[in-house]
């Protein structure tokens, strides 16, 4: 069970890492069809996960519930897109391709602001891991082994594009290679803590479970609406956002029924 967790806490990180490393190997400045095409990606991702392995399963730990069994999820899917809402507008954080910083003015680097808006839009992904952890390590009967396999693994892929998209722009805004590198890996360092954090807090709440869950969600789909289908949609009109959407969203699905 210890491994398992290990590797689950790790694996998502991985991903983001090796993302960054794309800095070493391609070239400075990323194409926009390609930014697209990987904002597309990791939405799909995010919303199949989103579904699949935090909404159902806490909608399933309801079923005694009856007709009300969609309330925790309800309720925990506003609450985790109200704590992103709120995160928004207290963390100083800058876009990609935006001008201006959203959040509090504060005199901080561009450079720094751009590593805050990948970190801050991390953070419920490490929350969606831990939280499937959580409940295998507490004997969830509806959590499996392979699901919280799945859900590590569909992150981690959606978190190669992430990592690329981070390290390769930082790279054009003039800091060196391993500079770029390092700001990538950095912004998804909060992932296996958010992960482990929220593995603390829900051993200790169990019964909430399916509110913890639903709060990943809202907090998942919170970036996605706000962050990723406004970049894989920006400038001119292209279909590769909508088509690599689908292909993460299957991808995820197909992972999530196979392993779980």
């Excluded at 989103?50 to 909404?55: A, E, K, R, T, V």
Aim: some cysteine; hydrophobic content about 55%.
């Amino acid at each position: 069970m210890n491994s398992e967790i290990i590797s689950g806490v790790m694996i998502p990180f991985i991903g983001t890492s090796l993302g960054a490393g794309c800095v070493f190997f391609m070239k400075k400045e990323m194409k926009a069809s390609v930014q697209k095409a990987l904002s597309g990606f990791a939405a799909g991702v995010m919303v199949a996960a989103s579904i699949w392995s935090l909404i159902i399963p806490a909608m399933e730990q309801c079923e005694d519930m009856g007709n009300l069994s969609f309330m925790p999820a309800f309720i925990g899917f506003w609450l985790g897109a109200l704590f992103l809402l709120m995160l928004d507008s207290v963390i100083p954080h800058l876009h990609l391709n935006a001008e201006h910083a959203e959040g509090p003015n504060a005199k901080l680097k561009r450079t720094t602001m751009m590593v805050l808006a990948v970190t801050l839009h991390n953070i419920p992904e490490g929350m969606a891991v831990g939280v499937v952890l959580a409940g295998l390590a507490a004997g969830n009967a509806l959590i499996t082994s392979g699901g919280a396999l799945a859900l590590a693994i569909g992150i981690a892929i959606q978190n190669f594009p992430e990592g690329a998209i981070i390290s390769m722009p930082l790279c054009a805004e003039g800091n060196g290679k391993g500079k770029a590198f390092l700001y990538g890996v950095l912004s998804g360092a909060v992932e296996p803590v958010g992960a482990v954090l929220t593995i603390v807090a829900a051993s200790f709440i169990v019964p909430a479970m399916p509110y913890l869950l639903s709060f990943a969600a809202g907090a998942m789909m919170y970036v996605v609406v706000e962050e990723l289908i406004p970049e894989m949609s920006e400038g001119e009109h292209s279909n590769i956002g909508v088509v690599m959407f689908v292909l993460g969203f299957t991808l995820m699905m197909a992972l999530d029924v196979a392993l779980g």
